[in-house]
């Protein structure tokens, strides 16, 4: 199992991010991909979750409304896009496999993604 | 949403026992949530070590064991060896809430 992130981000406040999560080594539309961030320094938050195989969403509750996730199941990829970016919004960006159906823990992470928001 | 509440540090010698707790209110960490934790060495991604409160993913040292009882959770590493100094993270998976991380542990091993 393998999940392979996009590169790093410079952005401005205000702009969009969309990082891509290429996933490989699994039945990809059988287990929910989660995005996890940490802020420098920081621990770990999750963002919100993806069901692939009906593209049902549940982000949490302090990103909605800011963040999409879509998935292309024709290139195993998953993507999170975050709009209106600020400051609190530098961080590392996680693509994370669900490890059961339901999504009871995270079993196979991305390597991340640096997503630097700065003027 | 509350948080789940870690220690900031713990410590051990190497082949002693410590434990982490994971604590929180009945709506983050209550009977039908599920625990796991994450190992995170500095500048790489989270490990599974234990998943659905007790549970050790394959490949995982039995040293590592969980458990749950009420609102709290914790981590036991037994016979600590110097690769175990890492951050330690807990995780709540509730019912129709988001999912929770706690503030994370880091284990000096002395």
């Excluded at chain 2, 549970?55 to 009882?69: A, C, I, T």
Aim: aromatic content about 10%; glycine content about 10%; some cysteine.
């Amino acid at each position: 199992v393998q999940l392979v992130q996009s590169e790093p981000e410079v952005k401005k406040p205000g702009a969009s991010v969309k990082v891509s999560c290429k996933t490989s080594g699994y039945r990809f539309s059988t287990y929910p991909i989660n995005w996890v961030r940490q802020a420098p320094g920081q621990g770990l938050q999750w963002m919100g979750r993806i069901r692939v195989s009906h593209t049902m969403t549940k982000s949490s509750q302090r990103l909605q409304g800011r963040v999409t996730m879509t998935v292309d199941t024709s290139t195993t990829t998953a993507y999170m896009e975050l709009r209106n970016l600020s400051s609190d919004d530098t961080a590392v960006y996680y693509c994370v496999k669900s490890r059961g159906v339901t999504g009871d823990s995270f079993d196979y992470w991305g390597q991340g993604t640096l997503v630097t928001v700065t003027s | 949403q509350s948080a789940l509440t870690q220690p900031a540090s713990v410590s051990g010698s190497p082949g002693q026992s410590i434990t982490i707790s994971c604590t929180g209110s009945s709506s983050v960490i209550g009977d039908s949530s599920l625990v796991s934790w994450y190992q995170q060495y500095p500048g790489k991604a989270p490990t599974l070590m234990i998943y659905g409160n007790i549970n050790r993913p394959s490949g995982v040292s039995l040293r590592f064991s969980g458990f749950k009882s009420g609102n709290t959770a914790s981590l036991t590493i037994s016979g600590l060896q110097a690769e175990d100094e890492a951050v330690y993270y807990c995780c709540s998976f509730g019912v129709n809430i988001d999912v929770i991380f706690g503030g994370g542990t880091k284990l000096t091993v002395l």
